[in-house]
């Protein structure tokens, strides 16, 4: 799953919580800490709220940083090569820095769940392995150690305990993480996603809705409903709501403001979507939909179930709505047997979108894929330039589309604040970013923001009000 939604400063994809987690009572465990490092997008940041919830439920207090941990976890990321090489060069930097006894290790998230035992192969130090569908387990997995195992494992995808929130502790306080649909069946050729976080699994329609509504009521005004697929949501309830139905309801709830959805899957993108957000403002009118390669070839060999050509009739169906949509994408250069010819396909597929946000990548093979035993045929320099080129297209495009802004006034939700700069940063409903002279206390408000200056990432503005 990409990341169309950047962490800003009100955000932080370093969750620090607290950990630990026995059946021992929560008094006993109140001096212990621990610490969670999050690698990957934005399901491995909720997933860290669910793990430091349910470890602070044990009466684990948060560390103030890695080295006082008494418990370091790592939510891991396996979607490219290079996120899962990250984890294992931190395991061992953090050898290497500890000279006393080491705390306890945890992996968590989809490298520990495609790894598996062989993680204790490469980090001997790590005591811990469990993969997303199985943290509820955390408390019995750390008592385990506690009674003198060595190595504990949690690796069963055989469940839906993954949607357990009551324990969640959000990190923002005023946007919410909401996981609708679990896993994946799409089964592309390069991706380990139905690997790592098992098949499809769908939460009922009530459970989501009282969920969202208790949000709302502790004050939270931006809803993000996720999923490695999140519009393949199917209402397992005898309600058999559709996932257009399911926006619709979540932007009639008193007090949200903003509902947000990512990552969607082309072949379920359907036109009630595109029909809901246009008659719901609380509906942010933005897509993510990610095309991964402009070549009907291409996507053939990675079997994205859609050709070019399907794919540019769901843009169609976004374009044709009332209201302005933006679109983001994501984009893998280099996969097996791509051409030239392929490539020249997928520029051009950007210059006749005109992406607001293209997320490229260079093809890796990943373990447990189709691809993974096929012929890298692509050389590493030349996906490096392929991913050159295509981003300074996408440079361009973006930037002629955001100088067309300047001069117009967006309402912006703040995020954060650069306290060198001055200058507060937030988000429209777009997914633009835009910066802004303001203060602190202005985070989690809505703002009006006059733009008067863009550049290909971001915007530049003044206030014109609350919004």
């Known amino acids: 799953m990409s990341n169309p939604f950047q962490i800003l400063p ?3 994809s370093r969750s620090e919580a607290l950990t630990g987690g026995c059946d021992k009572p929560a008094r006993e465990n109140a001096a212990r800490t621990f610490f969670i490092e999050t690698f990957g997008c934005q399901m491995n940041v909720h997933d860290s709220e669910k793990v430091a919830g349910v470890m602070m439920s044990r009466g684990y207090r948060a560390a103030e940083d890695v080295d006082s941990a008494d418990i370091i976890f790592y939510n891991t990321c396996s979607i490219r090569e290079k996120a899962a090489q990250k984890v294992f060069s931190r395991l061992g930097q953090l050898k290497k820095q500890r000279h006393a006894r080491l705390p306890v290790i945890g992996v968590l998230g989809c490298v520990a769940q495609q790894e598996g035992d062989a993680i204790f192969e490469q980090a001997p130090h790590v005591s811990l392995v469990c993969g997303s569908a199985s943290y509820s387990k955390l408390p019995a997995l750390l008592e385990e150690l506690e009674s003198g195992s060595r190595r504990v494992t949690g690796l069963s995808l055989a469940t839906d305990e993954c949607f357990e929130t009551e324990l969640t502790r959000r990190d923002n306080r005023f946007r919410a993480y909401v996981t609708i649909i679990e896993g994946c069946d799409k089964r592309c050729s390069f991706c380990v ?37 999140v519009n393949s949501w199917r209402d397992p309830s005898p309600a058999r709501l559709t996932f257009a139905e399911l926006l619709s309801r979540v932007a009639e709830i008193p007090g949200v403001r903003r509902v947000r959805f990512t990552t969607s899957h082309p072949r379920d993108f359907t036109p009630d979507i595109v029909q809901a957000i246009d008659a719901y403002p609380a509906l942010c009118n933005h897509v993510h939909l990610p095309a991964q390669s402009g070549s009907s070839a291409v996507l053939a060999r990675m079997g994205r179930t859609y050709s070019r050509e399907a794919y540019l009739e769901k843009i169609g169906c976004i374009r044709s709505a009332k209201r302005d949509i933006s679109i ?39 373990p447990k894929t189709a691809a993974g035993g096929w012929e890298d045929s692509v050389d590493d320099a030349e996906k490096s330039r392929r991913l050159a080129v295509l981003q300074e297209r996408q440079r361009q495009i973006q930037l002629r589309r955001n100088e067309a802004k300047v001069g117009r006034v967006f309402e912006v939700l703040v995020e954060g604040f650069h306290a060198r700069l001055g200058q507060a940063v937030g988000r429209t409903p777009e997914n633009y970013i835009v910066n802004f002279p303001g203060v602190p206390e202005w985070t989690g408000q809505y703002e009006a923001v006059w733009v008067t200056a863009a550049g290909p990432n971001s915007l530049v503005g003044e206030r014109a009000g609350a919004a």
């Open 193 to 229: 996603v139905p690997e790592t976080r098992g098949p499809e699994r769908s939460r009922a329609s009530a459970a989501l809705l009282a969920e969202c509504r208790r949000l709302a009521d502790e004050g939270f005004t931006e809803i993000q409903l996720l999923g490695q697929t």
């Open 10 to 12: 009100g955000e932080n």
């Open 328 to 366: 983001s994408t994501d984009i893998i250069v280099g996969f097996c047997g791509e051409t030239i010819e392929d490539f020249e396909e997928t520029l051009s597929l950007l210059d006749e979108v005109g992406y607001d946000q293209v997320f490229s990548f260079k093809y890796s093979p990943r």
